[in-house]
């Protein structure tokens, strides 16, 4: 057989073991895929608990700064109601005194409920917690599976894609533009042999003068009707 054939079919079946590592390679980004989906549902749960409760526990801060205001403020009108001696200032004090207590009081009772939300939040920001570190502990073993197969593939093609460049070190230039040009193309094998007076990928018959060229010197030949390489097989 022709050296250049030799060469361009081992090239090709480089060329078949590199596609088949990039295949396995590739089917493994949907199961990564998939373990990152479903931890990022229990991660954005989580998220949102912690949004929640950051927003409701500055919203408890805001609130106990206004009831401590408040509540200096009634003491003062306490204070001022006391020292009162005529009935028309008594009468505006106690107003004043009985209008801040009732706002204080409602402060009061809103800081007491937030208070007792922020507990079921708090605890639901825990549960999340917990769901998460569940999800991360059952993927373990599944991302350990994958991290391994990924660096076993990754492994296999450097070495598949050096031994690539040296046999298409091998091919001529020119040769070597065409076969690639075409398997990109095709995206799969584009050399084929004769296979008896037809091309062995499309079955068209080759005229008799070009498969007599081929089998006296060995050249590779165009297929006109696929467009792949053809070699004469012995």
């Not at 990039?22 to 229990?42: G, N, S, T």
């Not at 050399?191 to 498969?211: E, H, I, K, M, Y």
């Amino acid at each position: 057989m022709n050296p250049e054939v030799e060469s361009l079919l081992a090239l090709q079946q480089e060329d078949e073991e590199i596609r088949a590592l990039e295949r396995r390679r590739h089917a493994l980004e949907p199961r990564l895929l998939d373990l990152e989906r479903r931890r990022q549902v229990a991660a954005d749960a989580l998220d949102r608990a912690r949004r929640t409760t950051d927003g409701e526990e500055r919203r408890l801060r805001d609130l106990q700064g206004r009831v401590a205001e408040h509540r200096q403020l009634h003491e003062r009108n306490l204070a001022q109601l006391d020292g009162v001696r005529k009935t028309r200032e008594a009468t505006a004090a106690l107003s004043q005194v009985e209008q801040a207590r009732r706002v204080l009081a409602e402060e009061e009772n809103d800081v007491q409920g937030l208070t007792r939300r922020l507990q079921d939040l708090r605890q639901a920001v825990a549960l999340h917690e917990q769901a998460l570190g569940d999800v991360e502990r059952e993927q373990q073993g599944a991302r350990s599976e994958i991290a391994t197969e990924t660096a076993s593939l990754d492994d296999a093609l450097a070495g598949a894609r050096a031994r690539r460049v040296e046999l298409a070190a091998r091919v001529p230039r020119t040769l070597i533009g065409k076969y690639d040009r075409i398997a990109q193309r095709r995206r799969g094998k584009a050399v084929f042999p004769l296979r008896g007076p037809s091309c062995a990928n499309c079955d068209t018959a080759l005229p008799l003068q070009r498969r007599s060229l081929m089998a006296r010197t060995g050249s590779i030949e165009l297929c006109e009707a696929c467009g792949v390489l053809l070699y004469a097989a012995e």
